[in-house]
């Protein structure tokens, strides 16, 4: 896909929220999802400031600016109500519609640029973190591999890195490290060692344990972000148990809410959940949290700077609402219809 096709996209898409915004249709999908008593999770992972967003090897379709973030939540705080996702449960309605942060992987911005703003505006949030990955720099394949693309062949596309990380998301754990192993001796030989950066980097077990202080939720995210649904099950049982192990040593409380790395589970691994005593888990399929959901499937609306900016490519509140609200109001229709009820936690939550 071409640059000028990119943003043809991009301008039709922004034609059509401010079409459903301006008809009233934005309005009726926040009333029924508000009227249903439904919780709606947004997925964050890095937060970064302007310069540091041109430094990461994080792809577009996880940063979000602060500058962004900023506006964001206060939308949020002014126009609904943000949310505990530990502590909520999508049962009654509501005054006004339920929103919950959370954050994936645990990177260092998360504490450093998301929580100040959250601390400002009383939000909270929660974040999943991968016990073995804390406090290292560049621990996610995903930017090691743009890090060499970026090292080694610096001409290629965005859309085609994406497409290759895509590709190898499918890939053994095995094959995709001798893939990497390749292009780092590639990269050894052109350009030295890649450019590495401490804005990369994911939170200090100190860092995590003054957040928790703050009111902080922390949820696992495995112990090393492997795919469930692509290694063995008894690999993935440990990943799941080892990962809640760790946690709870840190933190002294229970770890029972879970986020499936790239949001692919499956019966069996939610079954390997709810033996260990995970309570929620979270994927990245889009919708909301209603009653119609499977409490270890709760549907979230990934955000970044693309889905919630407008033609000026700042924060515009209809971009926003259509790529959560009206999409996740869209998907919830098809929930009702197709899914059927199935893990709801041992005890009822307090709300």
């Given at each position: 896909m071409t640059i000028f096709e990119v943003e043809h996209r991009r301008v039709l898409r922004w034609l059509w929220a401010n079409i459903l915004g301006a008809s009233g249709c934005l309005w009726w999908a926040k009333r029924q999802l508000r009227r249903s008593g439904a919780v709606v999770p947004l997925t964050f992972h890095r937060v970064l400031r302007d310069a540091d967003s041109r430094r990461t090897h994080s792809l577009p379709g996880v940063v979000l600016l602060e500058?962004?973030?900023?506006?964001?939540?206060?939308?949020?705080?002014?126009?609904?109500?943000?949310?505990?996702?530990?502590?909520?449960?999508?049962?009654?309605?509501?005054?006004?519609?339920?929103?919950?942060?959370?954050?994936?992987?645990?990177?260092?911005?998360?504490?450093?640029?998301?929580?100040?703003?959250?601390?400002?505006?009383?939000?909270?949030?929660?974040?999943?973190?991968?016990?073995?990955?804390?406090?290292?720099?560049?621990?996610?394949?995903?930017?090691?591999?743009?890090?060499?693309?970026?090292?080694?062949?610096?001409?290629?596309?965005?859309?085609?890195?994406?497409?290759?990380?895509?590709?190898?998301?499918?890939?053994?754990?095995?094959?995709?490290?001798?893939?990497?192993?390749?292009?780092r001796e590639t990269s050894q030989r052109q350009a030295g060692s890649i450019d590495s950066t401490s804005i990369d980097r994911t939170l200090s077990w100190a860092a995590i344990a003054e957040m928790h202080q703050e009111g902080i939720g922390f949820g696992s995210h495995t112990q090393t972000h492997q795919i469930l649904t692509a290694i063995p099950l008894d690999v993935a049982r440990q990943e799941v148990r080892t990962s809640k192990a760790a946690i709870e040593s840190v933190l002294a409380e229970d770890c029972d809410t879970f986020a499936y790395p790239n949001g692919n589970c499956s019966p069996e691994i939610q079954n390997i959940l709810a033996e260990a005593g995970f309570r929620l888990a979270v994927t990245t399929a889009r919708g909301a949290w209603t009653t119609a959901s499977d409490y270890l499937a709760i549907p979230r609306s990934n955000i970044c700077e693309d889905n919630v900016t407008g033609r000026t490519g700042r924060f515009s509140a209809t971009m926003f609402e259509y790529t959560t609200f009206w999409k996740a109001w869209r998907a919830t229709k098809a929930d009702y219809r197709l899914k059927p009820r199935t893990h709801r936690p041992a005890t009822p939550v307090t709300v």
């Open positions: 500058s962004t973030y900023r506006k964001l939540v206060r939308h949020v705080v002014r126009r609904f109500d943000p949310v505990d996702l530990r502590k909520s449960e999508p049962r009654t309605r509501s005054c006004r519609l339920r929103v919950a942060l959370t954050f994936d992987d645990g990177w260092m911005d998360t504490y450093t640029v998301a929580l100040p703003v959250a601390r400002e505006w009383g939000v909270p949030f929660l974040v999943f973190v991968c016990p073995q990955l804390v406090d290292q720099e560049i621990p996610f394949w995903p930017e090691r591999l743009v890090a060499l693309i970026r090292a080694t062949q610096p001409s290629t596309r965005t859309k085609e890195i994406e497409t290759l990380i895509e590709n190898l998301k499918l890939a053994t754990p095995e094959q995709r490290e001798a893939y990497l192993a390749k292009l």
